[in-house]
């Protein structure tokens, strides 16, 4: 198996009820390791830019106003396939299918205010993570 690394965010929702630790207790868990982490307030611009491939979608304005109305926690989750295995922790987009255990199951509020990102892919995760962190940040 390859390791990977993997661009998490914890979103709005879950950094004001203060679940950042719990919520990085499920990746451990999973045995994907957090080898960078901080926390930021994104700006409307910066969270527009992030989600930009969404940009012609119907929640897109939404989503852009909800990730930069709070901190949010932005990590690299490195492991074995760790780009499909963040995504399985996570659980479905909208709680209401996600499978017991996972992230969005416990803690998502709705299929917006759902908790975590996750990249999906390895070209989106070096995106990603070139997005939030520059080289001298990221141990190797
Ligand atoms: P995922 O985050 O599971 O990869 P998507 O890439 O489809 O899901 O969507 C990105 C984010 O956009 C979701 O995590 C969620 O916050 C938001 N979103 C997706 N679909 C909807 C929707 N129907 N209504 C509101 N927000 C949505």
Known sequence: ??????LSIIKPDATRRNLTGKINAKFEDAGLRIVAQKRIHLTKAQAGEFYKVHAERPF?????DFM???PVVVQVLEGDNAIAKNREVMGATNP???ESGTIRAEFAESVGENSVHGSDAPET???EIAYFFSGLELVG
Do not use: G, N
């Open 68 to 70: 930069a109305s709070e």
């Open 60 to 64: 897109y304005q939404e989503l852009v």
């Open 96 to 98: 209401a299918d996600a």
């Open 125 to 127: 995760a070096k995106e």
């Open 1 to 6: 198996m390859a390791t990977e690394r993997t």
